[in-house]
């Protein structure tokens, strides 16, 4: 990061500081009756009750005894416990299925952004004939939904006999997810300063070189960014595991969610379940505490472009 | 178009002129990523639309059948559940202009920084955050018949308002519809603000100096900037319900009661793996595929148009 000497940080960071100075200022500009205001304030309280009321409630839910869960139970429990917690992850399966899940996301992550890496590398370094239509056909891959491929793609993995095999969920999301995370590392690289790259050429650095010591480093938030959200969509993805993964010993939270979560409604379950679902929730909570910036950064990188 | 880092034009004619041997890095750099990509999303591209024309099923490697599959689809003996299927993506478009209204109006209130706007803004993300299957599930319990939601309907004395949301043949698609919308305000919300952000501050300041209103300064200054980043939420809404549904369906409500809240890609999943027709499945999701192409081409094309301008 500190290495990082051209515009980019400096732009950035001075972005940042006229979004603190013009919050500020707008607040200044328009001054309105307290009434407006306080019918802003009620109003976003009501929008942020919504948003996080259906979350809250899994939460509670999953803390509450069971057997003592009465059916409009939004207040805390009075006596919380995380046995539906233990229960769930030991007697319900969480614990085989969060392995599964983890392998499909932090594998789909890791390959995703290492191939996309060296395929966006080579599209900022290198000019070739068919460059132009290549970037086409990346970008139009992204809109491709994946319920539209994956018939054949079903169909060509069981003639291979990879149906129920680890590498085919994961070559799948990675497929999957390749455009998107090529696009996004594409428009980051493409900026890098030129020089940069020409001064390691100069010192006698193959693209090997250039790769490892110019474009990795100075992509490194990126490359964080790129793995985030392949990890993310993979972890929460339902169809390519439920299709290619369907023997048991390869479900994933999702797919159990979704074998549990209509089935077992009886109120007593209840609580099992939530645990269950706080279960698929905190690993993607942490991750956005943790890097929420760069996150929301390459969530809204492909819509402002 | 950036140019990148390509040769200034000087050496360009050189560099065109190349052997296969200077390709060679190229295709070592981009041959992993383009060989799963063309594995996963490039081959199964053709042999969907292939197979869309074949009477295929698992055991049967089929033959050409023409259009048939589409004409049962359409007019056939599947057109009855096509149809609803289609009717109920229809439905869910409506979470399109309620999501970009309801993200518009939360958006421009945090925008000028309204007490407590980081807060707002997290507490309002957090929705998207959860795969579908995980807020489903949350749903089946909340909109259940003894569910919280008609609970405190109960409780508040208002027993009519009580509804079987997900088990209603009539009902269940539009409780769907709230979860969607429910999900998807925060992202949008998100796109909003950050492109919000990035509207020059003279542009206000001049509109403030005018004395405009903040609700005149939003519609006749915010609103015609963010034409572009609307029409975009747009076209990700038609190919997100038309594509990227499917999890709602199968966790919510299994497609039922009744078979009443299918839509394209359940009934392609139905047709896959209950029926096991492959060529019928692949018909349904050409046409998914379609409706695609033709809102991803319109986008292209307007923000070619917007660039020349």
Sequence with gaps: MNRRTDGQTRTRRRKHRSRNRSYAARRRVWRESGLVKIGQQLLLVLVAFVSLAPLYTALTTSMTPRGELSGGGIAPPSNPTFDNYILAWRDLGFQGMFSNSAILAVSAATATTLLAAAAAFALVRFRFKGRTVLM??????????????????????????????????????VGLLLPFAIFLLYSFMKDLPKDLFDAAALDGAGSIGQFRHVALPLSRSALVTTAMISGIFAWNDLLVPLILWQEGRFETLMMGLATLGPGRTGVRDVPLLMAGVTITIIPLVAMFAIGRRALIRGLTEGALK | MSIGHAAPATSRRRRMGWGARRYLPVIGWLLPALLVVGFVVGYPLVQVIIDSFTNRTFINPGEFIGV???????????????????????????????????????????????????????????????????????????????GPLNETLRALSLEPLAQAWLTDPGLAIWSILGVVTWKRVGFVVLLFMARMLSIDPDLLDAAAVDGATWGRTVRHVVIPEMKAIIQFVVVLGFIEVFSFTFAYVHVLTRGGPFKNTYILEYLLYNILFRRRLVGLASAVAVLLLVMAVVVAVYQVRRARSEAAV
């Design chain 1, 136 to 173: 086409a056909a990346i970008i139009g891959a992204i809109a491709v939904p994946p319920i539209v491929i994956i018939i054949p793609l079903f169909l060509t993995m069981s003639d291979f006999g990879w149906v129920n095999t680890y590498h085919a969920a994961i070559i799948a999301e």
């Design chain 2, 68 to 146: 048939d599959n589409y004409r049962d689809l359409v007019a056939g003996g599947d057109r009855e559940q096509f149809w609803l299927s289609f009717r109920n993506n229809l439905v869910l478009l409506v979470s399109i202009p309620v999501t970009i209204l309801a993200a518009l109006v939360v958006a421009s209130m945090l925008y000028r920084g309204i007490r407590g706007s980081r807060l707002y803004e997290v507490f309002i993300f957090l929705p998207f955050l959860p795969a579908v299957a995980s807020i489903s599930v949350i749903f089946i319990y909340l909109l259940g018949w003894q």
